[in-house]
């Protein structure tokens, strides 16, 4: 380039050789454009993160001075573990949740296959299955406590008709998990759908056409097909499920509050529970909590950021 | 003219009025800012206390007042915050270990001066024990009100049932109950503290309220034969299905239609429980009130009397109008007023003052003043420190849903008592 553009040049002939930011002003844009981005990053993620770490080896109320005690902190969060205590109860749910939260992509994925079809009014029963996303996590909480209710609620209603007994299952430290789980995969459900209808509009009726003379149908058409075409899709899908089931908070605050007797904690809520609630602040330990959360994490940015590196690679 | 004013009411006769407003003359030339932190939300408490400014700001035009009212439950947190940054003049909060974080922080003042002044210290008596951390007073009380049994008249009534006195009457009404197809209690422990209420009433009449503090302070181990006594008490009314079903599913407020619908017939609970009873069609000839009977007669009763209070941020700007300004809340007659039937209902902390016309606030005063030798306790949340109140509860309510986990929940809480008061 700089080659090309002394035909018009800056100076006249014979000037000093020019300053050092036009020499390099090529290669300074991009990072110059970048660094108001770069900066917030840097000081409101990345930053956090390591005074996380730095926070999670002191003990520290939030008002005191914070006293250095070492690895302490992970030393308690080893012996709830075995105690079968709150971290072990919260890191269980967690991976409950992750799994559990997973079949909002192939539920997601059949609404969206059903929904892909020209019918009059289709557009309304499209934004009738994603309106749960549209509406908010509190109020979906709140819907899924009343459908609960172990006494007015409409599921024990329902289950009365065929002479099945109330259950309660927010109450129940065994099915709580489980009825948060199944509150949060309906909005999640809908943003997997609406993923998925968006990926079907770029699927190459062409391929569709070579398959069909090929003689696939149904099933086999899905799976050799339609799906690897969706696989960007799916992609966002599983890193939005992931995310969402790993800050899973809102909902289990709404619906039991960790409860009943701390049962359906997760990760995300404890850590919001010991540092930041009436009656926690224990910032350090909170801190501790939000690293092994944070390395949970790591493991699937890891994923994500090594998969997206391979498909850069390969295009 | 302050000084005309100040001789006109000096003046002016009736005993009561004069010792209140001796304190508004005295400090007759308070000027500057003063700024007021105020947790009181909900809409009747923060009209209450906005006219107990008013009539402050009457007394002292030249002050500049400004007052800020935050959402109770938002407080809780940003106290912490506002205490060290930008802190006001003076701020509401509760009472005994509560403040303790505060107080050990250095960000509440000492006030104990206020409390050598006669007119508190001889009629404020009562809550100086709730006060005072380390032999200093930290802030003063401005409300407070009487926990204990609210039930149903009409069904005891229905039933022949008396206000049972002691620990075997208690049981036998409640059989009765049970008998005639309703529950004995309503109760909803989502939010846990409604079964530190159920604990603090069982611990202090089986084990007296000595042992009570000793247990909220930590100095007593959970896995104690004594404590284990009281959760024994406690399982013979949970074996007989004493509470509703389902109570970790629903908050109090929730718990309050099964004892509007008959379904239960007494509720365990503070005094701000009579409003909404009251609101949901209850009148005064179904409603009535007992205090919790005695269990171990060897120990004198107690009760739980949370009281709310008023600090001064040690880095508060205007620490003499912030002076004046509690002594003015604590006067007879300030108390009288903000404490009746129309503001916030509840008990007054000045012995001098009059407690409103109701039926429940007098029987409560009359429980707090003269039938509570043991002591007033705060409430097991205010009590014990904050964490260990938050993982007893969480205890209690698994006790009170699996009464045959006792021993691991115990094992548990010793765990965590000797991690928090080590």
Redesign the interface.
Known sequence: MTDVSPAVPHYPAGAAPRGWFHRNQQSLAPWLFLAPGALFFLFYVIFPIFQSFNISLYEWDGLSPAEYVGLSNYRDLYWEFVDRDAFYVSLKNNIIWLVLYLLAIPAGLFIALFLNQTVTGIRIYKSLFFFPFVISQVVVGLVFTWFYDPTFGILNTILDWFGLGPINVLGNERYVTYGIIAAGLWPQTAYCMILYLTGLNAVDPEQIEAGRLDGAKGLRMLWFIIIPQLKPATFIAFVVTIIGALRSFDLISIMTQGGPFGSSRVLAFYMFEVALSEYGFRMGYGAAIAVVLFLIMLCFIAYFLWSMYRDEKRA | MKMSLRTAVLGAAAAALMASSAFAGSDAKLSGDLKIFLDTSNPAPRATMEAMIGRFQEKHPDLNIETTVIDR?EY??QI?NF??ANPPDVATWYAANRMR??V??G?FEDVSDLWQDAEIAENLASTKGAMTIDGKQWGVPYTYYQWGVYYRKDIYEELGLEEPENWEEFKANCQAILDSGRKCFTIGT???WTAGGWFDYLNMRTNGFDFHMDLAAGEVSWEDERVRKTFENWKELIDMGAYI??H??YSWQEALPFMVNGDAAAYLMGNFAVAPLRDAGLTDDQLDFYQFPEINPDVEMAEDAPTDTFHIPANAANKDAARAFLKFVVSADEQTEINNGKNLGQLPVNAKSSVDDDKFLNEGFEMLSSNSPGGVAQFW?RDAS??M??VSM??F??FM?KPDNLDRILA?LE?ARQ?IYK
């Open positions: 439950e809780k947190t912490r205490l060290t974080p505060y050990d922080a960000l989502k939010f846990l079903d389902n970790q599913t949340d904050a964490e109140a938050k969480e205890g309510q698994e849903v548990k765990r991690r």
